[in-house]
């Protein structure tokens, strides 16, 4: 790798610090947001593996970390940050919560890695949304096997990850991404300019100028 490509992936310590206090601040919505999860599944107590298409309140720190920082490894880190700080704060998987969040990291990760981490795009954050959804999805059946559904109601349940991720963790974290850049917030930040880049190139457009 040579030295530019080395200085352009590597982090700094904004980057950690951004990231850090991302990751912290998403375990504490994990938190609240496992207290609330018993009565939120209630809503599909007649289908509950339907229930999983409001699973994409635990796979948004992957996606948002990843737009924010833009740097290998962001996903990752941000979503097991933000795991480990709910597990601490008591999640009621215990830390079982930690592979969940590693392998949704992974599964964002993998996306951001398919494009170089070049793209940043809201069909790319989509993609890496459900991409954090199928891994999480396939991790809650099949390896840690929170659930036991018959084999359509697997499908269903997972699917709804993936529905989920590309939504709620998926597109709405661009749309976050592009506001925290219009506050200049992310001033530090590769991502500092994310307001003014099209939604479907990544091309950066001069500020005042319609978006392509």
Same mark, same amino acid.
């Given at each position: 790798?040579? $030295?530019?490509?080395?200085?352009?992936?590597?982090?700094? !310590?904004?980057?950690?610090?951004?990231?850090?206090?991302?990751?912290?601040?998403?375990?504490?919505?994990?938190?609240?947001?496992?207290?609330?999860?018993? #009565?939120?599944?209630?809503?599909?107590?007649?289908?509950?593996?339907?229930?999983?298409?409001?699973?994409?309140?635990?796979?948004?720190?992957?996606?948002?970390?990843?737009?924010?920082?833009?740097?290998?490894?962001?996903?990752?880190?941000?979503?097991?940050?933000?795991?480990?700080?709910?597990?601490?704060?008591?999640?009621?998987?215990?830390?079982?919560?930690?592979?969940?969040?590693?392998?949704?990291?992974?599964?964002?990760?993998?996306?951001?890695?398919?494009?170089?981490?070049?793209?940043? $795009?809201?069909?790319?954050?989509?993609?890496?949304?459900?991409?954090?959804?199928?891994?999480?999805?396939?991790?809650?059946?099949?390896? #840690?096997?929170?659930?036991?559904?018959?084999? !359509?109601?697997?499908? !269903?349940?997972?699917?709804?990850?993936?529905?989920?991720?590309?939504?709620?963790?998926?597109?709405?974290?661009?749309?976050?991404?592009?506001?925290?850049?219009?506050?200049?917030?992310?001033?530090?930040?590769?991502?500092?300019?994310?307001?003014?880049?099209? #939604?479907?190139?990544?091309?950066?457009?001069?500020?005042?100028?319609?978006?392509?």
């Amino acid at each position: 790798m040579s $030295t530019s490509a080395s200085l352009r992936t590597r982090w700094n !310590v904004s980057d950690i610090v951004v990231a850090s206090t991302l990751a912290v601040a998403s375990g504490v919505i994990f938190w609240g947001w496992n207290l609330s999860y018993h #009565a939120v599944s209630t809503l599909f107590v007649a289908y509950p593996p339907t229930a999983s298409v409001v699973a994409g309140m635990w796979l948004f720190p992957a996606v948002l970390g990843a737009l924010i920082i833009r740097k290998p490894g962001a996903a990752i880190y941000c979503e097991m940050v933000a795991a480990a700080v709910s597990a601490l704060l008591g999640s009621q998987w215990g830390l079982g919560v930690l592979l969940s969040g590693f392998l949704q990291g992974l599964g964002a990760e993998l996306i951001l890695l398919a494009f170089l981490y070049r793209r940043f $795009t809201l069909d790319v954050a989509v993609l890496a949304g459900a991409a954090a959804g199928l891994a999480g999805g396939i991790n809650e059946n099949w390896i #840690a096997s929170y659930y036991q559904y018959d084999a !359509v109601g697997t499908v !269903v349940h997972i699917a709804g990850f993936a529905l989920s991720g590309a939504v709620i963790a998926g597109a709405l974290p661009w749309l976050a991404t592009r506001g925290l850049a219009a506050t200049g917030v992310l001033g530090p930040l590769k991502s500092r300019r994310a307001h003014l880049e099209s #939604a479907l190139t990544g091309r950066t457009r001069t500020a005042g100028t319609p978006a392509a």
